[in-house]
């Protein structure tokens, strides 16, 4: 019987610590959520979702095809690994934001050089950061 009490995360924090680590697994599963909504955003222009014609997808540049369908998957398994706290999710995610960041500043070309999107996966990025080494000054080992 479960404690009326306990709420998904129990495990995890119990694993792992106290309050900081609290912060970031919450943090690790907003962005788990946040990067499902981009996977999924990417196969929809793939699939041509939205697209009167559904051809829009097939007639792209091939860069934008190509980083398109990259994000597709990459996002999708960083939500996984994000969403089950495991160490790979923070790898294969934070790959995926500084790649984002990286085509949206160096590369204009592909999806229109929107320096805020790049701003944002960085700032998520630092966040991430901070919020891993607080949690790891908290654990006792």
Do not use: N
Request: proline fraction near 5%; charge should be neutral.
């Amino acid at each position: 019987m479960t404690d009326p009490g306990s709420t998904a995360l129990d495990p995890v924090i119990r694993a792992t610590g106290g309050p900081r680590t609290r912060y970031f697994v919450t943090f690790l599963r907003v962005m788990a959520g946040i990067s499902m909504l981009k996977g999924l955003y990417h196969w929809a222009v793939v699939c041509g979702i939205g697209d009167e014609t559904g051809l829009a997808f097939q007639l792209s540049p091939t860069p934008f095809q190509a980083a398109t369908i990259y994000f597709a998957v990459i996002d999708l398994v960083a939500a996984v690994g994000l969403w089950l706290a495991a160490a790979w999710g923070g790898v294969v995610w934070l790959t995926a934001a500084i790649s984002m960041a990286a085509v949206e500043m160096f590369f204009p070309q592909i999806f229109g050089g929107r320096l805020w999107v790049a701003m944002a996966e960085l700032l998520a990025v630092f966040a991430y950061l901070g919020l891993a080494f607080a949690a790891a000054r908290e654990r006792p080992d």
